[in-house]
């Protein structure tokens, strides 16, 4: 059984047997109270024999004499072999007995209501005087599973509402006092004057109270008797309303595994109905019009080269392979600062940027990890204006971290010399903004419970709406970032894939490090609701355009200066806009608008990208590639 619960609130399950021609159960509303007298008096002609109740007891032993005990002392029951101390009589009962709430019943004790049916069951039983110089019965009763009849059952009085909360009871009474109706609706309770329908109520053990906004499972045994329908309903119970909680499942306990299953699927399966898909790459091969290489050293410390060689990109299968080899020859990067980095590794790295970009929607790739000490893939965005760490010039854009970047999908192989990394946890980020003590950062994590992410695929990916981003794997949501006031997360971003072999977070591969490490991924899809593309359509309706642009082929320096040429820009309303353009390698910048001499080698053969940008109002960049050709 499932259900939902709110703070403060408690559940309260009734459940309403309703029978074919009757239906027994714990519980028998009497007939009047007139007609009980003459029936019980027609069916009991001669007097009932009074029979002495004889208690013997042992003498307890003595006991060398303790220092009392001050304030209440409370013991957390235990089960033990399938027994449990009763709340009522702190005797050893079945526990299935023991941990139910008790029937707290109405009866009389005058002479005329005899037998009394069910009173032997009681674990503790209160006597009230009532008026009129009568005395009523309390019965409370945690053993009634066979019962076939309790009573005779009497009315409620408003004290002895009090006394059944003492044990959270379900009060069972036939009318009430006019002084004792409002007090009923702070119990469960089950009223005969209401009806002929037989109600049971349960409770979690654990007081009966539950907090928190999560979805909560439990498990409840129902002995339906000869009911041929049921009724089930669950209220959350906040101060003196309730609310009717229709969002429930029932399930019998040996198929229980079978339904949770079949509810994921469906659930995702009603998820996913809301998405068309915009785009998706099978791989079935390597799209240059989508993606382009990353090559070279591109970020922090880490210790490979992204090439473009068929060892380290290619498909095979259906499949992406980025593959992280060992060099056969070490190569040193010397950074700015004097500092340089051994480069031990070749790695891919591939981009979709000025090619395809994304905003708001569904993002998902479905892929098996590399695993081990160094491993480090990662499947990200970056903001469509960030500079390509330096690449292009400071008018096409913004540097890191003012362009945002949304890790999807990262894992920190398990390495024994860096706490918190794992072969089984993968961890979901965004990046926005600098503090004094670098840039800002979210996450979040999602651990298997069993096995690594190396072992089989599984899907990675988030749901980006214009207030929140949600990352799940497997369709499982770990984490949720609310981004309304983030504007780097307003505007179009690009997907990358790369696969570093260490680095800073990770630490670096060790003698236990398997190579060739690979990073294998089935596909990448894009999807978007109808309220998704409708924000984003609202984003490019602002978004300055390109037109022109197209891959060229030159053969001399004198050729570049016409890249422009051809190319337009404008804003919205169709006004003119300056472009800005340069050449890279995917490792170098090679030339930089009319600005800069070109580094480009016109003596042999070369492919090159082209990168065009224009700026349109508030500050509103928008990219458009081709390639370059060199004979």
């Not at 050293?297 to 593959?323: A, C, M, T």
């Not at 060790?510 to 109808?530: G, H, K, R």
């Given at each position: ?584 390698d995917g490792q170098k910048l090679m030339w930089n608008g009319r ?21 349109g109002e508030n500050n509103v960049y928008t990219r458009a590639c ?6």
């Amino acid at each position: 059984m499932r259900k939902r619960t709110g703070v403060l609130g408690w559940l309260l399950v009734g459940l309403l047997c309703i029978m074919a021609a009757g239906c027994s159960g714990p519980v028998q509303a009497p007939v009047s109270e007139s007609q009980r007298i003459i029936q019980e008096q027609t069916e009991n002609m001669e007097e009932t024999e009074h029979r002495p109740v004889v208690i013997e007891t042992e003498p307890e032993p003595e006991t060398e004499a303790q220092e009392p005990v001050k304030g209440n002392v409370i013991q957390q029951r235990t089960e033990t072999d399938g027994m449990i101390h009763s709340y009522l009589t702190g005797e050893l009962v079945p526990a299935e007995q023991g941990k139910r709430r008790p029937l707290a019943v109405m009866m009389s004790n005058d002479r005329a209501a005899l037998p009394q049916y069910g009173l032997n069951r009681a674990g503790v039983i209160y006597e009230v005087p009532v008026e009129a110089g009568m005395n009523r019965y309390m019965a409370l009763i945690e053993n009634f599973d066979d019962l076939e009849r309790i009573g005779s059952v009497r009315s409620c009085r408003t004290y002895y509402v009090y006394f059944a909360r003492e044990f959270d009871g379900i009060y069972a009474h036939f009318g009430q006092s006019t002084f004792a109706k409002p007090y009923l609706k702070y119990i469960d309770n089950i009223n005969g004057i209401d009806g002929t329908d037989t109600k049971l109520f349960v409770a979690d053990d654990n007081a009966g109270y539950a907090s928190g906004q999560e979805w909560k499972e439990y498990t409840y045994t129902f002995n339906t008797k000869d009911c041929t329908k049921l009724y089930i309903d669950i209220y959350k119970y906040v101060g003196e309303s309730s609310v009717s909680i229709s969002d429930l499942r029932l399930y019998e306990k040996s198929q229980y595994n079978q339904y949770e299953e079949e509810e994921k699927e469906e659930a995702a399966e009603e998820e996913n109905k809301k998405y068309t898909e915009v785009w998706r790459d099978d791989f079935d091969t390597l799209d240059t019009s989508t993606w382009s290489y990353q090559l070279g050293h591109k970020r922090g410390i880490e210790p490979q080269d992204y090439v473009s060689n068929k060892d380290n990109v290619f498909v095979e299968d259906g499949k992406l392979y980025l593959r992280a080899t060992e060099k056969d020859e070490y190569r040193v990067h010397y950074n700015a600062d004097g500092s340089d980095i051994v480069k031990k590794y070749d790695s891919g790295s591939i981009a979709t940027f000025g090619k395809k970009e994304f905003l708001y929607g569904k993002i998902e790739m479905r892929a098996k990890l590399p695993k081990g000490a160094g491993a480090f893939p990662a499947f990200w965005t970056l903001g469509n204006d960030f500079t390509l760490d330096g690449l292009v010039d400071s008018k096409q854009g913004v540097g890191w971290p003012m362009c945002g970047e949304i890790d999807i999908m990262e894992l920190i192989g398990a390495n024994p010399d860096v706490s918190g990394t794992s072969d089984s946890t993968v961890h979901g980020t965004i990046h926005n903004g600098l503090t004094e003590n670098g840039d800002k950062a979210q996450t979040n994590t999602y651990s298997l419970k069993e096995g690594t992410f190396n072992d089989d695929y599984h899907t990675f990916g988030i749901v980006w709406n214009p207030d929140t981003i949600e990352w799940y794997v497997d369709g499982n949501v770990y984490s949720t970032i609310y981004i309304t006031d983030l504007d780097y997360f307003q505007k179009p971003h690009y997907l990358l894939f790369n696969l570093a072999a260490g680095g800073a977070w990770p630490g670096f591969p060790n003698e236990d490090t398997e190579f060739p490490m690979d990073f294998v991924i089935d596909y990448v899809s894009y999807s978007q609701t109808a309220a998704q593309k409708e924000a984003a359509d609202k984003y490019y309706a602002t978004a300055p355009t390109f037109s022109g642009v197209k891959d060229i082929t030159i053969s001399d320096e004198s050729q570049l200066s016409s890249l422009m040429d051809h190319v337009k820009a404008t804003d919205a309303n169709g006004k003119a806009l300056d472009v800005s353009c340069s050449i890279n390698d995917g490792q170098k910048l090679m030339w930089n608008g009319r600005t800069r001499t070109s580094e480009i080698d016109f003596s042999k053969q070369g492919t090159y990208e082209i990168v065009y940008s224009t700026i349109g109002e508030n500050n509103v960049y928008t990219r458009a590639c081709a390639t370059l050709h060199v004979k």
